[in-house]
């Protein structure tokens, strides 16, 4: 038998490639840039384009394009690029255009420590843009979930017309794990919507539906996409009965779907005196100190978000109800435990941090158990 | 003017170093070589901003430092933005009193292709328009090396790179490089000029010409990188000298937008083969099937070198 074994962002790549995304505008950043150089040999193959950009601006702002000419598409930064990107990303929300933003998060802030993880990006991914807006972002904890993850962002974002953000970090990208894309064949790809109303008919943003179908710019659709505040029919309206209705289904579009969008696996938590709470590669750290503390007779849980945002609290309200303690392990200085100590109460939640560019040990959540 | 300047290398010798030894810059790499010929040719006080990139990661791994001279990193696009801040900065000390009127101060960004041609293109654009005096200095090495060897505007069409791989889809990078010198001079600003280490008197005469002029100022060098360019690390010069007897890389200067002179013409101009033979970038170009793309290139060398001499001509 043999096995391959393939790093996190080359996964990505396959999961793209496998979602069907033939577009891919980018440019090159530490340690993102093997998801750019993949693409720039496997798009052409498959009658894709990639287009390396002057910068991530552009390169988001060229993805966004794509996508309204009608193919699935994507880009891939770390930390700097997506800052550059969020106003795109902005744009990218309010005017509903599905697309998927990876970021393969190095230590920040600004160049900060471009060959090092880091989980720094959570609450960027969440309002790094200006202005309330809904957005989706997954986590994935290793190399197939990069690729099972990737094909889900794709799935999301045409199934809300929103942009999906894949916020790996530096040690799920370059980790390299035995991987066969094969066994995943059932995986299902959702397509782009369609519509069966005649142009003259056609609203880019009808307020009957939750999610309006995009239907792409050569199709014969005459209609107008903007970064303004818009219309059913996507024009400029500073009319309160408009744009109420329009704040009300794009939030919609994602809370109502929570259930769906927001996945997780859990272990053990049902008599569990403390639960951990992780994602991404810290969560590989958490599996290990959950099993070495149940050795040692501590009731534990755990719950691996692959879905951080949007939060889904109603649920972790409920999972975590009947522990004393909650930890939450992140490479950042607590980002998600702010979300997490919105919900469950200051008093419950223990955080455990570090960034200084390693990862966080096994031991030091272990620790963290011992004395909740 | 030219001729009034002269690069002494038994003055040089004397000075002290700015950016000093044990970077971490591969042997070979051009840039720390072109960074001390600049450094050497300017007698003022300097204060230089440096865009991420090989030269900012290489002189500065932590706890060390390499500048021996005021150096701040901005981030990848924002060199030519900081250094104008530095600059409005000390005007107003000067203007406080704060500092002596007399006192001149050279102030410098450093940027490689990637942070000059691509990312950074309009912050530079708009430090000219602006006119701060200062120098810009692009360390040419035709593609973004510190993070892979990726494509940029200055990658020359048929190169390999990570992202334009040459195989049976494309034979390498299909566009031509972006007139980077070129759209510099057409801001009209008092100084810009395409140099290589290898002609460091050359160079040296072009830095100490450049800080003269009151305002701003845009130099393009030529820096190869043995890892990027599959070259061995002992033909750094050999391989920009020739670079410039092919016309591949012209030395030359343009004043106020519109004075061009070429300041080295080849006795013999050798094709421009001769230069991709010394790289492995551009190894997939003497494949039989892609003879038509040297061609084109050879004719592209060809037309923009009697464009320049044209441009010359014109000027005198």
Request: glycine residues 8%.
């Amino acid at each position: 038998m043999t096995v391959t074994l393939m790093q996190g962002n080359a996964a990505c790549v396959e999961g793209a490639l496998r979602a069907g995304c033939r577009f891919f505008g980018g440019y090159p950043i530490t340690p993102s840039s093997e998801i750019a150089e993949l693409l720039s040999r496997r798009l052409p193959v498959v009658g894709g384009r990639f287009i390396q950009m002057e910068d991530e601006i552009a390169s988001l702002a060229a993805v966004i394009g794509a996508s309204v000419g009608g193919l699935k598409a994507m880009t891939a930064t770390s930390g700097p690029g997506f800052s550059l990107m969020q106003e795109n990303l902005g744009y990218a929300a309010a005017a509903e255009i599905p697309c998927v933003i990876v970021d393969v998060q190095r230590g920040g802030p600004s160049t900060g420590l471009p060959t090092a993880p880091s989980q720094g990006d959570v609450m960027q991914a969440r309002w790094g843009t200006h202005g309330d807006h809904p957005i989706i972002a997954l986590c994935p904890t290793s190399v197939a979930e990069t690729y099972t993850l990737t094909i889900e962002a794709f799935n999301l974002s045409e199934d809300y017309r929103t942009p999906v953000i894949l916020l790996m970090d530096e040690v799920i990208g370059h980790m390299r794990e035995a991987f066969d894309p094969d066994r995943y064949g059932d995986i299902e790809v959702v397509d782009r919507m369609t519509t069966d109303v005649p142009p003259e008919w056609y609203f880019p943003y009808d307020e009957t539906r939750a999610v309006p179908p995009l239907v792409s710019f050569g199709e014969g659709f005459r209609y107008h996409i903007t970064g303004l505040l818009h219309d059913q029919a996507g024009f400029p309206t500073y009319r309160q009965d408009e744009i109420e209705p329009w704040w009300q289904r794009v939030f919609a579009k994602i809370n109502d779907n929570l259930d769906r969008i927001f996945m997780y696996d859990e272990d053990g938590i049902e008599d569990a005196r403390t639960i951990v709470i992780a994602y991404g590669s810290t969560a590989r750290s958490a599996v290990h100190a959950v099993q070495l503390a149940r050795r040692r007779r501590y009731k534990v849980g755990l719950i691996t978000l692959k879905t951080i945002w949007p939060f889904h609290e109603a649920l972790i309200e409920e999972l975590a109800a009947g522990a004393h303690r909650v930890i939450v392990p992140e490479m950042n200085l607590g980002q998600l435990a702010l979300e997490i100590e919105r919900v469950l109460g200051r008093a419950k939640v223990r955080r455990v941090n570090r960034v200084d560019g390693e990862l966080i040990a096994p031991r030091q959540i272990l620790e963290a158990i011992e004395v909740a | 003017m030219t001729d009034r300047i002269r690069v002494n290398l038994r003055d040089i010798v004397n000075n002290e170093e700015r950016l000093v030894p044990g970077h971490r810059l591969c042997g070979g790499c051009g840039e720390p070589t072109i960074v001390r010929q600049i450094l050497h040719a300017i007698d003022t006080p300097v204060v230089l901003s440096t865009a991420t990139g090989c030269l900012e990661v290489s002189t500065s791994v932590f706890p060390y430092t390499s500048w021996n001279v005021p150096w701040i990193h901005s981030a990848f696009e924002n060199a030519a933005t900081t250094i104008s801040g530095a600059e409005a900065a000390y005007k107003a000390l000067k203007r406080r009193g704060n500092l002596p009127v007399d006192e001149e101060i050279t102030f410098i960004a450093f940027g490689g292709d990637g942070a000059s041609y691509d990312i950074g293109f309009q912050f530079i654009s708009g430090a000219l328009e602006r006119g701060h005096k200062f120098l810009y200095v692009c360390l040419n090495n035709e593609a973004y090396m510190n993070t892979g060897i990726q494509r940029s505007s200055a990658t020359p069409r048929g190169a390999h790179t990570t992202t334009s791989p040459a195989g049976e889809v494309i034979p390498g990078k299909v566009q031509w490089r972006k007139p980077f010198t070129r759209i510099m001079a057409a801001h009209d600003i008092p100084y810009v000029a395409q140099a290589a280490p290898h002609n460091y008197r050359d160079l040296m005469r072009k830095v100490k010409k450049a800080v003269a002029v009151d305002g701003p100022a845009v130099l393009n060098i030529l820096a190869p990188c043995p890892r990027g360019w599959r070259h061995a690390s002992d033909q750094t010069m050999a391989i920009t000298k020739l670079a410039a007897d092919t016309c591949y890389w012209p030395l030359y200067e343009v004043e106020n937008g519109h004075k061009f002179t070429v300041n080295y013409k080849p006795r013999e101009k050798q094709p421009v083969a001769e230069w991709f033979k010394t790289q492995g970038r551009f190894r997939h170009l003497f494949r039989p099937a892609n003879e038509w793309l040297l061609e084109e290139i050879q004719a592209k060398v060809d037309e923009e070198w009697a464009q320049l001499l044209h441009d010359e001509e014109c000027s005198s």
